[in-house]
């Protein structure tokens, strides 16, 4: 009895272990009765010794540094400085505190950024659309903050942001219109007047293009402001020259351009008859001023007139020329209705200037830079337009033979369908922000243009227009040559960091202060002229922007306002320009450089070209260069007679300026294609178009181009 009790004792114990020792066969997480077994026991020993020990967290790097930092990196225009704080390791603050960056273009990047980086703890964030620059600056200024701080290298990095696409949109309107410039904004403006439900939209993080980096100079021929004005003796002896002229000329080219024949006989038709209404008057004394639609006319022939590499010329289309010319005064006073002039309005009074390279005395202002984009602005919010920046067209859609909408794409990826009613305007600007393209197709500049010439422009003019545009057929003219800006930055390309007068009051002189070209002739003279100095760096010399009631200039005060947003000072303590209270001090002062030039002055060696020149005004004769229009005397002993005004000197060199060619257009602003028919439901103003200013454009005759074919093109588009 008791082996066998003990037999039994055994089997149990040994099937009580199996079973302990086996799981749940259902697929559940239940513990096996082991598991549980040792959950519920008491012993602290056997707990400790089942149980594996959590790792403690690792000790963050950045928990004790606290304080404010700062960080300067190198922007656009200057040093960008930005602070931080922190406050145990984290970044609680950032501020940019001082930068020269323009601010119409910098703005979105200057407020968004900062706040990015707080919001994120990461210096590795997107640049902002059409500021690359100012963005990289204020990044790099952040991350050398944050470097000063001691916060961690490798966390800053893990941090780094993009912000994510959002689902596909549909918009459904009745005009889109693409581009923020001075074209798109009148288009819009216009059609939205007109009642069509109508929407902007801008690739880049601000308004306003190439429009903003305008200096506001507008052409219209203007016979109430001329009757204000006093025709000067090289004035005339131009006119008298247009007298001479005759059809059969070879070198005007009738033979090629035969329409422009009637444009000339017309021209001589208009002085002619000036000339009888102002019989007895006196060129220089009592002879009012002359300007005509034909005269304008024959400046925008002769302007763009040119022959490219492989020897065929080019000329502007008449058509275009004379609608630009007969409307541009209209439009100009339609910018007023919409409150966008200058400060003190249209004052035919105080008679009309001349900017670089407009052949003639017909130049209005309007507001310019970031308040003639703020006052366009305003207009179409009041005319009712939605507007839409960081969103770039990337095609058009067509349904049949007629555009019915675009494509777009936002910053951040989120694709965009939009569906339209009435149609598409195209306002996106040239291509000069794109060397490549622009020596692609060159036919007129050859060596002078590379890859990576640099441009006036803004960032984000790089074609998108003209290839969308082509891609639904559209025909293109002119895309072998574009403009070169003379007077630009030798280091940046763009026309700031510089200041100059009335182009017939300019003297540009070469690294040894000697006069080189006529600074009246087209920008392109100019350019090829400037192009075979040293460097192809030249100098502008400055005294004044009013002359004294003598008519000579005075002098410039060291603390006046200066151009595009920067004063005198800010220009010479920035090493762009010089400036000397007498010749002797401004000779010392350009031995150090400024724009990367070293030039060789002498003070007798400026005097005496300044003298010679004074000469020219008072004689109104050049006898080196045939200056037409010349004014600008300088009065040395006036201004080294006083220590509060003196002279600057601004060095320039040539850079992409303005793209000749694009779609082909008709006076309606239709798109059109190679056999001439319209391309339903398309426009096109401003500098996506070609044909209007041949193989060079005037001065002044851009933001007449532009408000003029946007105005035309924003009327049809809403009809």
């Not at 594996?52 to 304080?67: K, L």
Request: charged share 20%.
């Amino acid at each position: 009895m008791k082996k066998l009790l003990s037999i039994l004792l055994v089997a149990v114990m040994v099937l009580s272990l199996v079973a302990c020792g086996k799981k749940a066969d259902n697929g559940s997480n239940e513990p096996t009765d082991a598991s549980a077994q040792t959950e519920t026991n008491t012993d602290n020993t056997a707990n400790t010794e089942d149980k594996t020990e959590e790792p403690a967290p690792a000790e963050d790097p950045n928990a004790n540094i606290n304080g404010t930092f700062e960080g300067t990196a190198q922007g656009m225009q200057g040093p960008v400085t930005v602070q931080i704080t922190v406050e145990a390791g984290k970044i609680t603050a950032c501020e940019v505190t001082d930068n020269r960056e323009t601010p119409g273009v910098a703005a979105v990047a200057l407020e968004r950024l900062p706040k990015l980086i707080v919001e994120h703890q990461t210096t590795t964030l997107d640049s902002v659309t059409g500021a690359t620059l100012a963005s990289n600056a204020i990044k790099n200024a952040a991350a050398k903050a944050c470097e000063a701080a001691g916060l961690d290298k490798e966390t800053l990095k893990a941090n780094a942001w993009s912000e994510p696409a959002g689902p596909d949109e549909t918009w459904d309107v009745d005009v889109l219109v693409v581009g923020g410039g001075g074209a798109g904004f009148s288009a819009a403006i216009t059609a939205a007047q007109n009642g069509a439900k109508t929407v902007l939209i801008e690739k880049s993080s601000f308004l306003g293009g190439n429009t903003q980096m305008a200096g506001g100079a507008y052409n219209a021929v203007d016979p109430a402001a001329q009757a204000n004005m006093i025709l000067t003796n090289a004035q005339k002896n131009t006119m008298d020259g247009y007298l001479k002229l005759t059809v059969d000329d070879p070198d005007l080219h009738f033979d090629q351009f035969p329409e422009w024949k009637e444009v000339l006989l017309q021209l001589q038709k208009d002085i002619k008859e000036f000339y009888a209404a102002n019989e007895g008057k006196e060129a220089g004394k009592d002879m009012p001023g002359f300007d005509s639609i034909a005269l304008h006319m024959w400046h925008i022939y002769t302007g763009g007139l040119r022959q490219m590499t492989d020897g065929s010329w080019v000329a502007s289309n008449i058509d275009l020329a004379r609608t630009l010319a007969e409307n541009a005064l209209g439009s100009f006073e339609w910018l007023e209705s919409i409150g966008v002039s200058a400060p003190s309005g249209r004052n035919v009074e105080n008679g009309l200037g001349t900017v670089l390279g407009a052949m003639w005395p017909r130049t209005h202002s309007v507001s310019s830079s970031t308040t003639l984009i703020g006052l366009l602005k305003d207009a179409a919010d009041k005319a009712g337009v939605t507007v839409y920046t960081e969103t770039r067209a990337t095609d058009l859609v067509v349904d049949g033979d007629k555009v019915v909408g675009a494509l777009a794409t936002k910053a951040n990826g989120t694709k965009v369908t939009i569906n339209t009613t009435k149609g598409v305007v195209l306002a996106c600007g040239g291509y000069g922000a794109n060397a490549p393209m622009v020596k692609q197709y060159d036919k007129y500049w050859g060596d002078a243009l590379s890859d990576r010439t640099l441009t006036t422009n803004v960032g984000t003019n790089t074609g998108d227009g003209v290839v969308m545009a082509q891609a639904v057929g559209a025909a293109t003219t002119g895309l072998q040559v574009c403009q070169m800006m003379p007077s630009s930055s030798p280091i940046k390309g763009t026309m700031t960091d510089g200041i100059w007068g009335d182009a017939s009051a300019q003297i540009w002189i070469d690294g040894n202060g000697n006069r080189f070209v006529d600074e009246y002739a087209e920008r392109d003279v100019l350019t090829k002229a400037s192009l075979n100095l040293d460097g192809g760096i030249f100098y502008i010399i400055c005294a004044g922007f009013a002359p004294g009631d003598d008519g000579k200039l005075k002098g410039m005060d060291p603390n006046a306002g200066g151009m595009f947003g920067a004063s005198l000072m800010d220009m010479v303590n920035n090493g762009h320009v010089w400036y000397g209270s007498t010749l002797a001090e401004l000779v010392e002062n350009t031995k150090t450089s400024a724009g990367g030039a070293n030039p060789n002055f002498t003070e007798e060696g400026l005097r005496a070209t300044i003298e010679k020149y004074n000469e020219a005004v008072r004689t109104q004769n050049d006898p080196d260069f045939g200056k037409e229009v010349i004014a600008g005397e300088i009065d040395l002993e006036a201004i080294e007679n006083d220590p509060n005004v003196g002279i600057v000197i601004t060095p320039r060199k040539a850079s992409i300026h303005h793209t000749m060619g694009g779609v082909v257009i008709n006076t309606e602003a239709e798109v059109l294609r190679e056999d001439g028919s319209k391309i339903n439901g398309l426009w096109a103003a401003g500098e996506v178009c070609g044909g209007v200013h041949a193989g060079n454009r005037l001065g002044g005759n851009a933001e007449a181009d532009i408000f003029t074919f946007g105005h035309i093109a924003g009327t049809n588009a809403s009809k």
